[in-house]
């Protein structure tokens, strides 16, 4: 085997793990890591374009994946050979103390004093941005340049000009995702979302200062919006452009890229739930099953022609989400109303966005919630735990609930008809009005003049303020509590019946168990009619572990959706004696870290539940509010769906393992019977990041 080649004396790198099957086009990942293979190739074409050899000394099934490393490569061995980035070495010799190292399963936390290097880490990271961008800017356009000169000068020299400019400024995004990964946002008592700490650009408003910035540069184009968004806009095939798009710059496409005009039977053959986990990218497995989904067939055309959506989002990447549109073959108008922007740029004339402001700065826009408009006036509205952006739709594990297409009120129909039996309709007009913003007026309009009836879910959702008399029990967990309290039938021995949380963050939840969690939370959560004196459940909570984040798929390219931080923790260790795994084999979910929320009770046997709840709502006070004299407090908006038994199939429980008569499995996303945490393993917290 090759060895790592050394230039001007730069450092040795580390081998890459993957080696010969590497599959990454990041420039950083080949700033940090050595691959010999590619490299023997390289270091004799220094200079003008890339010739891939016929015969390789290693098996290569994807040459197109090859060469685009290998261009890659040149620009950083070129660089290297210059002395020129002496800057980038200097980091990555400071940054390889902070990078993931998947240590043997029996490592502990580090003692060093995180702060200093969190502090070391926020440094470096703005240093790498203000001078990575430019550096490759340079390099690869003098060796696009060189590219070029080969060819035909009038057939091709325009066209693969901007096609090779492009390729940069996708790999430019690319960096720019992987430092974004990277960081870590402040965890405070009542913050518990996947914020990630961005650095900011003092040119952009106050809410974009918030988020780390794509640099969307367009070189000698100097078009006034993203590629991405004018294909959209004008191309007639814009399936196909979003699918060499997404294939040029690198993106995993294997699980996006379903064939459209399908969806329809898949959606109709997932009564009477229509509940969908994400489908995993880099597990086969999760490919063809039934209740796996992408974004694209969410937005399918089967389903109907859309002319406008409504997006209620945290984090919204709004290049990418059009690039979804695009593989649906749908182009419509978007209203997007968010907490973050994870790009920047124009956003396109087809695209109105709306910030909102939270009423404290512990608070956060947290909901996921779409609601679709198609050309017969019917709507439809989907509940998800995902953000807009590529990492969560790519190797995560997501829920998503999807309604059926709900058509317009007759003309001469009062707006108070069409209300589903579970008051759907009501609660989320409601939910929209608590915003406030006329510019989702007509959206409000929309839902008031649909018709909800065949909808069989309740909408269960958070709004910041402090509650009180009508509205005390109209969000959170006394929302929950009251859905329960009405409608949830459980067995004599229903003390037995185990209640389980499972979310991708933890809040602040007090000093010891009974403080909030059994006085609030599973106080709500016992609640069922008629109302009893039964004892409280026991309480099992799954997040995943240290051990479970080292073999995840998020490992693998430091990326995290779990921000609970030590600080947090440290307060509250007694949680741990509550925690089991994240294990998710028999859905092929094993290592694609949840940040999906789900909340339950589960029989004694395993094998039934008597209701389910699918949230944007993580276990904190922030999400699920505190109880106070004659208030409920909450600090973020989160939407939620609660299954009852009764309004979907006439029965009390839901089986979990085996179809009843009449009754189909409830898909739950882990494996039972829950694991308990290995022994010397711990909660994942972000603070692993700085760790040796």
């Known amino acids: 085997m090759a060895t790592s080649l050394c230039i001007n004396n730069v450092p040795e790198k580390k081998p890459c793990p993957y080696m010969e099957k590497c599959y990454r086009r990041n420039p950083i990942h080949f700033n940090e890591m050595s691959h010999p293979h590619l490299e023997t190739i390289v270091i004799k074409q220094l200079e003008g374009e890339i010739q891939v050899p016929e015969k390789l000394d290693f098996e290569c099934s994807d040459r197109s994946l090859l060469l685009d490393q290998l261009k890659i490569l040149q620009i950083i061995l070129r660089r290297e050979k210059a002395g020129s980035d002496s800057s980038i070495k200097e980091l990555n010799s400071k940054i390889s103390n902070t990078n993931i190292k998947v240590k043997n399963e029996n490592s502990t936390m580090d003692s060093q004093d995180l702060k200093d290097k969190v502090e070391k880490h926020k440094q470096i990271m703005l240093q790498r941005r203000e001078n990575k961008l430019k550096d490759m800017d340079e390099e690869a356009e003098a060796l696009f340049k060189a590219s070029n000169e080969k060819k035909n000068k009038d057939q091709y020299k325009v066209s693969k000009m901007k096609e090779d400019l492009d390729s940069l400024k996708i790999m430019e995004e690319s960096v720019e995702k992987n430092c974004s990964q990277d960081k870590k946002r402040d965890n405070s008592d009542f913050q518990d979302n996947e914020r990630h700490n961005k650095k900011s650009k003092s040119s952009h408003s106050k809410h974009a200062e918030m988020d780390e910035k794509y640099d969307y540069r367009n070189s000698q184009e100097q078009s006034k919006e993203p590629s991405s968004i004018k294909t959209f806009q004008s191309c007639k095939s814009t399936r196909e452009k979003a699918i060499k798009m997404m294939k040029k710059h690198g993106y995993e496409t294997l699980s996006s890229l379903v064939e459209p005009g399908n969806f329809a039977m898949k959606y109709a053959c997932s009564a009477p739930y229509h509940i969908f986990f994400s ?7 999760t490919y063809d099953q039934p209740f796996s989904i992408t974004l694209p067939e969410i937005l399918d055309i089967s389903l109907g022609e859309i002319v406008n959506s409504l997006h209620i989002n945290f984090m919204v990447d709004i290049g990418w989400l059009h690039v979804q549109y695009m593989l649906a073959e749908q182009n419509t108008n978007m209203s ?28 956060c826009h947290h909901t996921k919630i779409m609601i679709l408009k198609y050309k017969d006036d019917g709507i439809r509205v989907v509940v998800s735990t995902a953000n807009l952006y590529m990492d969560d739709w790519e190797n995560r594990t997501q829920g998503v609930w999807i309604s059926p297409h709900l058509p317009p009120l007759s003309e001469s129909a009062n707006s108070s008809e069409g209300e589903s039996p579970t008051g759907f309709k009501k609660d989320l007009e409601r939910y929209l009005n608590r915003y406030r913003q006329p510019g989702i007026t007509e959206w409000t309009c929309a839902v008031r003049r649909a018709d909800f009836s065949s909808v069989n879910v309740f909408f269960l959702a958070s709004v ?15 929302k929950l509590g009251s859905i329960l309290s009405k409608h949830a039938k459980l067995p004599p021995d229903a003390p037995q019946w185990t209640l389980v949380a499972q979310s991708s963050s933890i809040g602040s939840l007090g000093p010891n168990y009974e403080s909030w969690l059994q006085k609030e939370i599973t106080s709500s959560m016992s609640k069922e009619n008629p109302v009893g004196l039964k004892s409280h459940p026991n309480f099992h909570f799954i997040y995943p572990s240290l ?15 779990l921000p609970y931080s030590l600080q947090t923790h ?20 094993d290592k694609a870290m949840p940040h999906i929320k789900t909340y339950t009770r589960i029989s004694p046997d395993l094998k039934r539940i008597p209701w389910f709840v699918l949230t944007s709502a993580n276990l904190s006070k922030a999400a699920w509010g505190t109880v106070g004299k ?29 179809e009843e008569p009449g009754v189909p499995v409830f898909p739950i996303p882990y494996d039972l019977p829950l694991t308990r945490y290995e022994k010397n393993d711990s909660p994942f917290v972000m603070e692993f990041f700085s760790t040796e």
């Open 279 to 285: 489908t995993v990218n880099r597990s086969k497995e």
């Open 336 to 363: 997007i109303l968010l907490g973050e922007r994870v790009d920047t740029g124009p956003v396109g004339s087809n695209v109105t966005t709306f910030y909102v402001d939270m009423p404290t700065k512990f608070g």
């Open 464 to 478: 910041p303020g402090r509650h009180t008399d009508m509205e005390y029990d109209s969000w959170g967990h006394r």
């Open 547 to 561: 051990n479970n984040y080292k073999r995840s798929f998020d490992c693998r390219v430091g990326s995290c959706c």
């Open 570 to 589: 440290s307060k509250q260790k007694w949680i741990e004696s509550y925690m089991y795994q994240w294990k998710a084999k028999q859905t092929g979910r």
């Open 630 to 658: 004659n208030s409920h407090y909450i600090m973020n908006y989160e939407g939620g769906v609660v299954f009852i038994p009764s309004f979907i199939t006439g029965s009390s429980t839901f089986p979990i393992k085996e």
